[in-house]
């Protein structure tokens, strides 16, 4: 007869499985909003907003539809073991949305007011995706067997 896996072990198995996952969905978002920064210095420095500009906008999408994937995944995936992954995705998904939201007051109102807290808030969220990608490679490290608990 076989004794169903312990609790760590289960853990240990789901961390293993959908970490890389979750990892490589982070790394993607951390990928995009780089380029969003890219794009933002070139329309600032030229002066010229049409293409550069759209590309921001365009790629704003494409990190929003990425930071929703990682937090549905987190949430789905790995809500029992890795609580700290699922709130820091749902607050990445989050943080994006008003970000973008920010980013579209800016540009259709010309309101460059808000420019002083959608830089440092691009910054916040960068930092962020670091943070998850890390945070994931510790816990998975930490659920190996017989690996010293943190």
Do not use: Y
């Not at 499985?17 to 990928?31: D, E, K």
């Not at 700290?84 to 109102?109: E, K, N």
Request: aromatic fraction near 4%.
């Amino acid at each position: 007869m076989t004794q169903p896996p312990s609790p760590d072990r289960s853990a240990h198995e789901m961390l293993q499985r959908n970490g890389p996952i979750f990892a490589a969905l982070v790394g993607l978002t951390a990928l995009a909003i780089l380029l969003q920064a890219v794009f933002a210095g070139e329309f600032i420095q030229r002066g010229t907003h049409s293409s550069w500009l759209s590309a921001h906008d365009v790629n704003a999408d494409v990190v929003i539809a990425l930071a929703v994937l990682s937090a549905v995944f987190a949430l789905v995936r790995l809500r029992a073991v890795a609580r700290s992954l699922v709130i820091g995705a749902v607050a990445l998904a989050v943080l994006v949305i008003v970000q973008v939201a920010i980013g579209h007051a800016i540009t259709q109102s010309n309101d460059d007011g808000l420019i002083p807290v959608h830089v440092p808030l691009a910054l916040l969220i960068f930092g962020l995706t670091i943070w998850l990608s890390v945070r994931a490679r510790v816990l998975r490290r930490a659920s190996r067997p017989g690996a010293s608990r943190q």
